[in-house]
C-alpha cells in the first residue's frame, strides 16, 4: 500500500462554521470542503469510468465507484493513482471523526462507517426519499454528500438537494455550486433527499461518508431483529 497521509488541515474550517444551522435544521451546506491542496489532488485522480459500476435502481441510478467501509482502511485498487484515496483518508481520520462529534452538539461520539465514490451522469436519477431512520436511544447518523467536480445548471447535474416531500416541487435547498462543496444531513431529522434526471453532458462527481454513533446498529437491523425473534 503507497504510503500518503493527511493533515488535520485536510477539511477546511468552512465545515466547522455549518454549526448553528446544522443544530437548527439538521442539515448544512458547506461552501468549501477539502483544502485547496486535496481537492485539487482528488480533481487529478479521480478514477476513469471502468472503476464505476453503472446504477441499475431506477430510482438511485447513478454509477458507484471504489468505497471502503466499517471504519477501516481498506486496499488500494490497483490502477487508481493513490492520490484518490486522499478524500478517503481525510475522512476516515481520527482528527475529522472528532470534529464530526462536536458538530453534532449531542455528546455522542461518533465514528465513520462506511466510505464511497459516485458519479451522476446523464439519466441519473435520485427520486426523493428518507433514509433508514438509524436512530434508537441517542444520536443518529450523519451523512456527508461531498462533490468533488460538476457541471451546470446545478439543477441538472446530480445536486443532491433537500425537499419539503417525496417529490421535486417543493425544493428547499438546492446547492448552488458542486465543485467542492459537500451538503451534511442528519437522518433522524426525516429529511428528503435526491436529484433529478441529469441532462446530457452534465454530471457530478461525489464522495459519499456516513459516520455512525460509536457501537449503534441500523435502525433496519434493529427492526429486523426486534420482528424476527418475537
Keep these: 500500500m503507497p504510503e500518503i497521509t493527511v493533515g488535520p488541515d485536510a477539511i477546511t474550517a468552512e465545515f466547522d462554521a455549518q454549526k448553528a444551522h446544522f443544530e437548527e435544521h439538521g442539515w448544512a451546506y458547506v461552501p468549501q470542503f477539502f483544502s485547496t491542496d486535496i481537492h485539487r489532488a482528488l480533481l487529478a485522480a479521480w478514477p476513469d469510468l471502468a472503476h464505476f459500476s453503472i446504477g441499475a435502481n431506477p430510482i ?3 454509477d458507484k465507484g471504489p468505497a471502503w467501509s466499517g471504519g477501516s482502511i481498506g486496499e488500494f485498487r490497483q ?12 475522512l476516515l481520520s481520527q482528527d475529522f ?4 462529534s462536536r458538530f453534532c452538539k449531542d455528546g455522542v461520539p461518533r465514528v465513520n462507517s462506511s466510505l464511497g465514490s459516485a458519479w451522476a451522469r446523464t439519466g441519473s436519477l435520485l427520486l426523493p426519499h428518507i433514509d433508514d431512520v438509524w436512530r434508537f436511544g441517542q444520536g443518529a447518523v450523519v451523512n456527508f454528500v461531498i462533490f468533488v467536480d460538476g457541471t451546470s445548471p446545478v439543477e441538472r447535474s446530480g445536486a443532491t438537494a433537500i425537499y419539503a416531500t417525496n417529490t421535486f416541487s417543493e425544493p428547499i435547498f438546492i446547492p448552488p455550486n458542486l465543485t467542492n462543496t459537500a451538503l451534511v444531513y442528519e437522518t433522524g431529522r426525516m429529511i428528503y433527499h435526491g436529484f433529478p434526471q441529469v441532462g446530457r453532458g452534465n454530471f457530478s462527481k461525489r464522495i459519499i461518508a456516513q459516520y455512525s454513533p460509536v457501537n449503534q446498529r441500523k435502525f433496519s437491523e434493529q427492526f429486523s431483529t426486534q420482528h424476527t425473534t418475537r
Design 60 to 62: 438511485k441510478s447513478y
Design 97 to 100: 471523526g472528532n470534529r464530526v
Design 79 to 90: 490502477g487508481i493513482d493513490p492520490d484518490f484515496y486522499l478524500g478517503f483518508l481525510s
